[in-house]
């Protein structure tokens, strides 16, 4: 069964930073990629980053290059997200998804992901 747990989200004050972790339990980052999403009530879900399982290439949404990074530990299978220089605008849930594909489907889009986890919350705020 395809898990995630999600954690490392709360305050964060504008120009901050914040690791998020994804505990996947279920299947192997050795074999599936990965990604996060992102969701703001009364809004679509949006894309944030993605990481393949094979050739480790990562995909990142417009709104995010350059100040996030995604990893994986897959010895412990452990899925992170290090965002730096936050603004309010990325205050949201965010949650780990996978299609259990290897590779990270074109454009970031939700409705290529079948399993998601809850999702932490992530405020930016002073």
């Known amino acids: 069964q395809v898990q995630f747990k999600e954690s490392g989200g709360g305050l964060v004050e504008p120009g901050g930073s914040l690791r998020l972790s994804c505990a996947a339990s279920?299947?192997?980052?050795?074999?599936?990629?990965v990604a996060w999403f992102r969701q703001v009530p009364g809004k679509e879900r949006e894309g944030v980053a993605c990481?393949?399982?094979?050739?480790?290439?990562?995909a990142y949404s417009d709104s995010v290059k350059g100040r996030v990074t995604i990893s994986t530990d897959n010895d412990k299978n452990m899925v992170y997200l290090e965002m730096n220089s936050l603004t309010p605008e990325d205050t949201a849930v965010y949650s780990c998804?996978?299609?259990?594909?290897?590779?990270?489907?074109?454009?970031?889009?939700?409705?290529?992901?079948?399993?998601w986890g809850q999702g932490t919350q992530v405020i930016v705020s002073s």
């Open positions: 998804a996978t299609d259990l594909v290897s590779f990270c489907p074109e454009g970031l889009g939700p409705q290529n992901y079948a399993y």
């Open positions: 990481i393949a399982s094979r050739d480790r290439s990562t």
């Open positions: 279920g299947f192997g980052l050795d074999y599936y990629a």
